[in-house]
């Protein structure tokens, strides 16, 4: 299996902009989690998605930011508008529920909001 | 709800120091442990892990950690540092349920800064 797979890898966006991040678990994983790191407030979990289902998004900073997960194997991190303080690097990981729970991380987005 | 705590924000070091980080967790249940580790610019990837069995859990590149139930540790060891372990330590915590199968949610502490100089 090629790991986590996030897409983009850099985006680059004007403030008020939509940005959508995505991401590809590993198949057969059946938790998703997408987290924000900076510098300021360190590795937050935004969300966690359990079989496609949104399990906790108490995370989640405001309504400019949602989360879909339409198939085990593709979730999407929508923020719209965008603003500065977004900027961030937003990780997604998987795991499997019973058993074997350690996640496996993909190699982030860094999102630049300028 | 569980929360870790990681004492030292920024640990710096000489090589062949031997390094200590703390973790302390709060969760009254059982626990599954990790620490992660990220490089400079890369992803987190997991240095070692602890499910059950003996405290005292290896990992990969010489570290290990011991579980101590009744302080709610996870500390992560290793004897000599090497300038190459330069990167930040994250502890993390996934609680159980009575079934003994995860809630699926892992928390992660604030982080730990490890700066060796040659």
């Known amino acids: 299996d090629a790991g986590v797979i996030q897409s983009p890898r850099h985006e680059v966006t004007e403030m008020g902009q939509e940005v959508t991040l995505r991401c590809k678990p590993i198949s057969g994983h059946d938790y998703l989690f997408w987290y924000r790191q900076t510098m300021m407030r360190g590795l937050e979990l935004l969300i966690y998605?359990?079989?496609?289902?949104?399990?906790?998004d108490s995370g989640m900073p405001e309504d400019r930011f949602s989360a879909k997960m339409p198939n085990a194997s593709f979730s999407t991190l929508k923020i719209q508008p965008s603003e500065p303080r977004d900027s961030a690097v937003y990780f997604c990981?998987?795991?499997?529920?019973?058993?074997?729970?350690?996640?496996?991380f993909g190699q982030g987005t860094r999102l630049t909001v300028v | 709800a569980q929360s870790v705590s990681q004492h030292n924000h920024h640990v710096i070091l000489s090589e062949a120091a031997s390094l200590e980080l703390g973790c302390n967790y709060s969760y009254g249940g059982t626990v599954n442990l990790f620490w992660y580790v990220q490089y400079p610019g890369q992803h987190l990837q997991l240095l070692l892990k602890y499910f059950s069995g003996d405290p005292l859990v290896k990992g990969i590149k010489g570290f290990e950690a011991e579980f101590i139930k009744s302080k709610f540790s996870f500390n992560l060891r290793k004897p000599s540092v090497q300038w190459s372990d330069t990167a930040e330590y994250f502890c993390a915590v996934n609680p159980l349920n009575a079934g003994g199968t995860s809630y699926g949610k892992l928390t992660f502490g604030q982080g730990t800064i490890l700066t060796v100089h040659p």
């Open positions: 998605f359990n079989n496609n289902v949104p399990i906790d």
């Open positions: 990981a998987s795991t499997l529920r019973t058993g074997v729970t350690e996640a496996f």
